[in-house]
């Protein structure tokens, strides 16, 4: 049968629908729904044939593809090129639903999802992935006929919005093209695709050409081309959300917020949706991780705050690149994490200043606060420097040493035994446990948050524990986690790191973690040994890294963060550098909800076993985290790959952050400017991950992804890449 | 089952036709097949191996694949006797994995479904039940009948298949001489 991707259809189907003279001299029908381009996707070759033959039966223009990944790339390569996907639920290679979910946001298609398992659960869950169908197998043809309805709902959809948002001659004159595209008949779906969004299809053909004009007369608002969420963009978009409050946030006000131009409601109303599932699922599993429930609500009250109640939004300021793309990472974790996992390290007391009060630390004064804060545990005069991003670099270095040191103090200061590194003094010469208790003492006025941290047993019955240090700076937006990934003991923002953005929030070490800075940083803390212990409490979310930090040298940490999936780098605290990544994901409630799960599967998972696994993974995708959860096993895998994908989404930026992670594993280089879209997760593992490891992600990451756009919540780019 | 038996008076008032009118023995022989292969064909749907997704699959072969039906089944079975081994193996190592025991079984069935074995099918979900279950012994019973219906249905296509090739270009001669 044909081997995995190939367009079997596309040989007879197209050829014959190759123009409309020809299609009509063949006798088959040449206006839509003929020549729908279809991409299948099943893993069993007797299915894959008998629904491919239903399909050019009814005319459409098939290609099939037996692997996931392979449709994945498919995908990408050829954006704009497919109408509809179905796709089995069962494959090996990858879930069907975690496809689903990338091919919704990535190419933003109509999917339909097939399965000879038709109970209401299963079924259920395509729903809530996004599946604009489901059909139970045997599929029959006459369904089939029928799927070409989806297409143009959704074409439909898009330009009710485009109607709203834009004017009505343009709408109009999406119907002329809409009407001439039928005639022409040749791309089905360009008939259907009168929206902007198809505009790169369009220009493929060339009888669309004068539409291209059209639309490029029209105000660019509405004649936009298909819009690709980079990172980039749905980092604004997280920022953008958090700010206005997930709760709060209207696609027009999104719009205002986010201030991109070209950029419409109807294209942010979408993503918008998409966002809203994605999270409404993270947050349930999330909360099963949670340890005492503390987690959860930290989370919430987290992500409440991380848009709008701290006001800091970090996110708003890594964009804005006056956050060092390490601090922010570490805030963003920090901050979100801090509610939840309470764990933060107490480290860093300026975090708490920062964030104090700091609505919306857009204001270069709070990032240099935050920046100054970071420094300051570093002890760093070079702080108000770092607070650019551009140089986060000379900042990250010194808080690399920083969290070090200051992980050690702090696993002193928590009684924890000391991270395995061996770093013996801290070159800021705080005192970790100074630092550390007045975090602490800041962090115990969050109250709530702390609750994690007395969870902990481990804190050694510090009230504060690191929870509350997180508190403190998961509170607010704009604590500084990096502040934090300073302070904590290389094992602990390792496990920062790892802990994943959920509860990154707090490594920010600059350098280090910053992606990790969820909750992780508590993790972090307690890496050295707590982790263990601790993470299965704190890390509900993301510890899991953390814990594994603390107690394993290196290698022993970045296994078990990497199995919590976030922590991939954590291995070597030493290599707290690695968490550079800053943690762009785009939202900080994104990363807490997976971090959160992802720990709870790494904890569980060998804390060492996934060494490998994680080395590559930078970024503990939200993705990842999620498929962490799903298996056990696969935990650490998956995470991994999504920070792979992660980190390699990033692009050029993280490809370089990866290098450089390599490279120097001690130093985290943080590539201040590009404040990566840390996707999904705030942590990167960059340096975490072994130079191996490293260099494998980057491999993959620019094998995979780099061509095409970036895309968040690839944790599968990495799978495919393994593959 | 009207088909069948309209076929099978249509080609008895053929041979008695033919026996009329110089009956040929070919003639004779290919209704005998025709009978033949109506007769697997109604016995295959009666018993339950196969269901009307069967019948989809005959309506998709035309003249561009006309041999659709027969390639379809060749590659079900090529797939599905992998799958039977790997369970097979997976019970034997490692029984208690009821989570990939259950994923193998599930392929199983997608497969089966697809080409309309319907009795394969039930005896798959079944087998799946007794995973979520985790009851092993059910899972090796049902097992059982799974490769039991297996291995007949394989037998009885063939023959099927066979039967069609020999009846194939006489049964289109003679409809259209009908």
Redesign the interface.
């Given at each position: 049968?044909d081997p995995a991707p190939t367009s079997s259809g596309k040989a007879?189907a197209s050829s014959s629908t190759g123009t409309p003279v020809a299609a009509a001299a063949a006798g088959i029908p040449t206006e839509f729904p003929a020549g729908l381009r279809v991409l299948l996707v099943d893993?069993?070759?007797?299915?894959l044939?008998?629904?491919d033959?239903?399909l050019r039966?009814c005319h459409y223009d098939v290609t099939t593809c037996s692997c996931a990944a392979t449709a994945l790339s498919m995908l990408r390569k050829r954006k704009g090129w497919f109408d509809l996907v179905l796709s089995?639920v069962?494959m090996?290679d990858m879930d069907g639903f975690k496809l689903l979910e990338r091919i919704g946001l990535e190419m933003d298609l109509p999917v339909i999802m097939m399965?000879?398992?038709d109970h209401k659960d299963v079924v259920m869950k395509g729903v809530t992935h996004g599946a604009v169908d489901y059909l139970i197998?045997?599929?029959?043809?006459e369904p089939l006929k029928n799927i070409w309805q989806h297409v143009v709902r959704k074409k439909r959809f898009e330009l009710r919005e485009l109607e709203h948002s834009g004017s009505l001659e343009e709408s109009e004159r999406e119907d002329e093209r809409h009407k001439r595209a039928m005639e022409e008949g040749d791309n089905a779906t360009s008939g259907c695709a009168e929206h902007s969004k198809n505009i790169k299809r369009k220009k493929e053909a060339k009888e669309e050409d004068e539409q291209d004009v059209d639309e490029q007369a029209d105000p660019s608002q509405t004649k936009k081309p298909r819009v690709v969420w980079s990172s980039e963009l749905h980092q604004q978009f997280v920022t953008a959300v958090n700010q206005l409050g997930i709760d709060k946030a209207v696609p027009k006000k999104i719009l205002e917020l986010m201030k991109v131009a070209g950029l419409t409601r109807e294209n942010v109303a979408s993503h918008l949706q998409k966002y809203r599932l994605y999270l409404r699922r993270l947050s349930v599993p999330q909360h099963q991780d949670r340890l005492d429930g503390h987690f959860t609500s930290a989370q919430e009250a987290t992500f409440r705050s991380v848009g709008t109640v701290d006001g800091f939004d970090l996110q708003a300021l890594a964009v804005s690149g006056q956050l060092l793309p390490q601090n922010l990472s570490a805030l963003s974790s920090g901050s979100r994490r801090v509610t939840n996992t309470g764990l933060r390290m107490p480290v860093f007391d300026e975090m708490g200043f920062l964030n104090s009060g700091n609505a919306s630390c857009t204001s270069p004064a709070s990032v240099q606060q935050m920046n100054r804060g970071l420094s300051y545990f570093s002890g760093y005069s070079n702080s108000s420097d770092s607070r650019q991003l551009g140089q986060s670099h000379q900042l990250v270095e010194p808080y690399g040493n920083m969290c070090l040191q200051v992980g050690e103090e702090i696993s002193g200061l928590l009684n924890l035994p000391s991270p395995q590194t061996t770093r013996s003094s801290l070159p800021g010469g705080i005192s970790n446990e100074q630092v550390n208790r007045s975090l602490i003492m800041q962090m115990s006025q969050q109250g709530p948050q702390f609750s994690l941290s007395q969870q902990h047993e481990n804190f050694h019955g510090q009230p504060f524990p690191r929870g509350q240090i997180f508190n403190v700076i998961g509170g607010h937006d704009s604590r500084l986690s990096s502040k934090f990934g300073h302070q904590m003991s290389p094992n602990d923002i390792s496990s920062h790191i790892s802990g994943r953005t959920a509860n990154i929030a707090q490594t920010p070490l600059p350098g280090n973690q910053i992606s990790a800075s969820y909750s992780s940083v508590p993790q972090a803390l307690y890496a050295n040994n707590i982790h263990d212990s601790c993470l299965t409490e704190s890390a509900a979310s993301h510890y899991p890294l953390a814990s594994s930090i603390g107690d394993t040298p290196a290698t022993g940490n970045l296994e078990a963060l990497s199995n919590t999936s976030s922590l991939k780098g954590v291995t070597d605290l030493s290599n707290c550098n690695m968490y550079s990544e800053l943690r762009q994901n785009k939202t900080q409630d994104w990363k807490l909800e997976t971090v959160t799960i992802s720990y709870q599967s790494g904890q569980n998972l060998a804390p060492k076993q996934n060494k490998a696994d994680f080395g590559s993974s930078l970024l503990a995708n939200q993705d990842s985290i999620a498929a962490v959860q799903d298996e056990s096993s696969g935990n650490t895998c998956t995470v991994r790959k999504e920070n792979l994908s992660v980190t390699t989404e990033i692009e050029d930026d993280k490809i370089e952050r990866v290098a450089q992670c390599n490279s120097t594993i001690n130093s985290i280089r943080l590539k201040s400017e590009s404040m990566p879209d840390i996707k999904h997760q705030e942590v990167l593992y960059d340096n975490i991950i072994s130079n191996d490891l490293m260099d494998v992600g980057k491999q993959q990451q620019e094998g995979i992804i780099g061509q095409d756009d970036p895309e968040f919540f690839d944790a599968y780019s990495l799978e495919n890449i393994s593959m | 089952m009207a088909l069948a038996s309209h076929r099978h008076i249509s080609s008895c008032l053929c041979s008695i036709h033919s026996s009329l009118c110089y009956s040929t023995r070919p003639e004779m022989e290919r209704s005998s097949l025709q009978r033949q292969l109506a007769n697997l064909k109604k016995s295959l749907f009666d018993q339950g191996n196969l269901d009307e997704q069967f019948d989809q699959l005959e309506e998709l072969q035309d003249d561009a694949s006309p041999n659709f039906v027969e390639e379809v089944v060749t590659l079900f079975f090529r797939d599905s006797s992998r799958l039977v081994a790997n369970i097979e193996q997976a019970i034997e190592k490692s029984p208690r994995d009821y989570g990939s025991l259950d994923a193998l079984v599930h392929q199983l069935k997608d497969s089966a479904s697809s080409i309309g074995a319907a009795k394969m099918m039930k005896e798959c979900t079944v087998f799946r039940e007794y995973c979520d279950k985790r009851n092993l012994e059910g899972c090796l019973r049902s097992f059982q009948k799974v490769k039991k219906e297996h291995s007949t249905l394989r037998l009885k296509l063939e023959n099927y298949f066979q039967l069609l090739r020999q009846v194939g270009p006489a049964e289109k001669a003679t409809r259209s001489g009908n």
């Open positions: 049968m007879t893993d069993d070759a007797t299915c044939k008998i629904i033959m239903m039966k089995d069962y090996p399965s000879s398992d197998k045997p599929v029959r043809i | -």
